[in-house]
Every structure is written in C-alpha cells, then in structure tokens.
C-alpha cells in the first residue's frame, strides 16, 4: 500500500472515531436535573458586572517602562483574590499590554512581565496558580489609539478577563 493510500485510510479511521457517540445510559433517569453551567455563570457573571462592585474594575494601570503594581491597585487585586478564592471553579487570563512606543518584541516581554506581576499579586492573596493563566498582548491590543499621554497612558495596564 502506497504512502498516500495509507494516509488517507489512517485519516479516515481518525475521522470517524471523532464522529462517535456514546450510547446513552438510562441511568439518569427519572433524576432532578442539574443546574447548566449556563445558569450558574449567569449568577456569577452578575456578581463581577455590579458596577458598584470593586470586581467591576478590571484593569491595572502601569507607569511608563514600568511592571510594579502600585499599591493604589492592591484593593483591586483583593476583591479578585477573594472572589476567587470563593470560586475556585472560576479562572482569570491575565492580559499584559503596553503603549505603542517600542519595539514589539521589547513591548511583548513588558507585557508579559505586567500580566505576571498581577498574577504574582493574586498568588500572595492566596488565588490558586491553576485559577490564573498571564499572557502579554504587547501593543496590539489598545484601548486608546491617540498619540498622547493620556491615551499611552489607558494602554499601559494588565486586564484580568474572567473564563
């Protein structure tokens, strides 16, 4: 059997055994159904949007050439922490960005370092390691698209995007 012949047979099992369904079970039947992780996110996304909650705020903002949390955010990093302490189910991305001023690669790796202060911090406050995940956007991701202080300024931060 040819190279291709053998690819093409090998794909095709791969294929279907991707298609298969399990038999389903009478085994739950007659049982209360569970709640859907659709109504329990409900619940909780309400909780993190209430805009007079401290979880509504979700941005860290850094200093020019800067990765230090500043100590105006560590009631910030609480609530989360504590949020997600009691939601250990829950998980955050931590999203580094910087200004437009650099070069990608140098303005990638302060992104990366900002999202990992932030995740350092909420490891301090007791959030599980396997809750947070750090990734850098670099400058590719602005909130802000002048070419000013203000607007570098709006996009020097780390976001925390709950999943």
């Given at each position: 059997m040819s190279k291709t012949n053998r690819f093409a047979v090998l794909a095709t099992f791969v294929l279907l055994a991707g298609?298969?369904?399990a038999a389903?079970?009478?085994?739950?039947?007659g049982t209360e159904p569970t709640p859907s992780s659709e109504a329990v996110a409900t619940v909780t996304a309400d909780e993190l949007n209430?805009?007079?909650s401290p979880l509504a705020k979700r941005s860290v903002y850094f200093d020019f050439d800067q990765y230090s949390v500043k100590p105006e955010y560590q009631s910030l990093l609480q609530a989360h922490?504590?949020?997600l302490r009691s939601h250990p189910s829950r998980h955050v991305l931590i999203q580094g960005n910087t200004d437009e001023r650099g070069?990608?690669?140098?303005?990638?790796?302060?992104?990366?370092?900002?999202s990992q202060a932030?995740?350092?911090?909420?490891?301090?406050?007791g959030v599980q390691a396997s809750q947070l995940e750090a990734v850098s956007l670099g400058?590719?991701?602005p909130v802000a698209l002048g070419h000013d202080e203000d607007?570098?300024?709006?996009?020097?931060?780390a976001d925390l995007v709950y999943r």
């Open positions: 298609c298969h369904n389903k079970t009478p085994e739950n039947a209430d805009p007079n922490a504590d949020y070069t990608s690669e140098y303005n990638l790796a302060l992104g990366q370092r900002r932030v995740m350092s911090g909420l490891e301090t406050l400058k590719e991701k607007s570098w300024a709006q996009n020097r931060r």
